[in-house]
């Protein structure tokens, strides 16, 4: 039996070993999450230990292919994968969500720090993730886990997608929000703050994603099993 190695705990990365029924397929999370939703099959939970750590997992496992279906922003994890591949001979493959469709009232920054600046002094919806948070000097900060480190500055609300618009609405309204901030991460799960600032009127600060590898890249779960049925000679 063939063995992929999957990267990531996203909504397509559990999507995707879900439908690997013929092949053994590994699901690597990184554990950044206290409570993560598991995908089924064989998992493994921590780091490799960077490039070196992975090349040596790869050659332990007998693996195959390996698919990245990180966070569109998990852009460490991506490079090391590409590395470790490359140096193996690994086929590889980068499974990435399409960002959201941009909007005329959007405005793009090339990081959470420049975010940060840019809304100082406004109270903000932050949806960056737990990370990063140290700029920002008003609002409120929705993360899954946590702050590391906190940030006294912002409200924090604990929860996880999906969301619908009527909340969205409802706590932008609640906490007198004057901009959302959220990295262009795309997909369904966490889109209902765009619409829900769309009805109110609140501007959008959109963190754009890191250049994308230089792989095979694409967009669907089906995609990634056509590749893998078919062009990466994992199955």
């Known amino acids: 039996m063939k063995t992929v190695l999957i990267l990531g705990g996203t909504g ?16 690597s999370l990184a554990g950044r999450v206290a409570d993560p ?18 090349i040596a997992y790869l050659e332990a496992e007998h ?12 852009d460490r994890i991506t ?3 590409l590395a470790a591949t490359t140096a193996t001979g690994t086929p590889f493959l980068v499974l990435r969500r399409p960002g959201w469709p941009p909007e005329d009232d959007w405005q793009y920054v090339d990081s959470v720090a420049e975010a ?10 932050i949806t960056t993730g737990r990370q990063e948070l140290a700029g920002f000097t008003s609002g409120v900060a929705r993360t899954v886990d946590p702050p590391d480190p906190p940030n006294p500055n912002l409200q924090l609300i604990l929860d996880r997608g999906p969301y619908t618009v009527d909340g969205e609405v409802d706590l ?8 959302l901030v959220t990295k262009d991460s795309g997909g369904p799960m966490t889109a209902a703050k765009l619409t829900a600032a769309r009805h109110l009127g609140i501007p959008v600060v959109v963190v754009r994603r890191p250049p994308p590898p230089r792989a095979p890249i694409v967009e669907t779960v089906a995609e990634a099993v056509d590749w893998l049925t078919r062009g990466s000679g994992a199955g």
Not at 12 to 27: C, F, G, M, Q, Y
Not at 172 to 179: A, K, T
Request: hydrophobic share 50%; proline share 3%.
């Open 12 to 27: 397509e990365a559990r999507a995707l070993a879900a439908a690997l029924t013929d092949v053994r397929a590994i699901s």
């Open 63 to 74: 693996v195959d292919a390996v698919v990245d279906a990180t966070h569109p922003f998990a």
């Open 79 to 81: 490079a090391n994968a």
């Open 37 to 54: 939703k598991l995908p089924e099959g064989e998992v493994r939970i921590g780091g490799f230990g960077g490039v070196e750590g992975l």
């Open 116 to 125: 940060a600046a840019l809304v100082a002094g406004r109270r903000a919806f």
């Open 172 to 179: 932008m309204r609640e906490h007198r929000i004057e901009v």
